[in-house]
């Protein structure tokens, strides 16, 4: 059974800066796309920042210049670093990865999400 687990949320003033990371872990054969989402009270699921397997990463405008996400694959852990967080960053944060893991029928490819962390950035 795969898994991820987060952590590193919690509350922050305007300004700051936190540092998400999530882990996966069970039978994992490999991990292609890892990524984080966010969602605010009363707003839908966003995208916040995506990295590939190579290294490669795209964000949201929201976070352009302020948040940087990274991976460790030897960990099979996704980073989110979070600077000059703002009121409008305030929501929980998920991970998500696409997973080559082994199964009891054999390989296979899903999509896993972590069990969310919020984010709060208050004065």
């Known amino acids: 059974q795969v898994q991820l687990v987060e952590s590193g949320g919690g509350l922050v003033q305007p300004g700051g800066s936190l540092r998400l990371s999530c882990t996966a872990s069970g039978s994992i054969l490999s991990i292609n796309v890892m990524a984080w989402y966010r969602q605010a009270p009363g707003k839908e699921h966003e995208l916040v920042a995506t990295t590939s397997s190579s290294g490669s990463t795209d964000y949201a405008d929201s976070a352009k210049g302020r948040f940087t996400i990274s991976r460790d694959n030897a960990k099979n852990t996704v980073y989110l670093q979070m600077n000059s967080l703002k009121p409008e960053d305030t929501a929980v944060y998920y991970c998500?990865?696409?997973?080559?893991?082994?199964?009891?029928?054999?390989?296979?490819?899903?999509?896993?999400w972590g069990q969310g962390t919020q984010i709060t950035v208050s004065s």
């Open positions: 998500n990865a696409v997973i080559k893991s082994n199964q009891a029928m054999g390989p296979i490819i899903g999509t896993y």
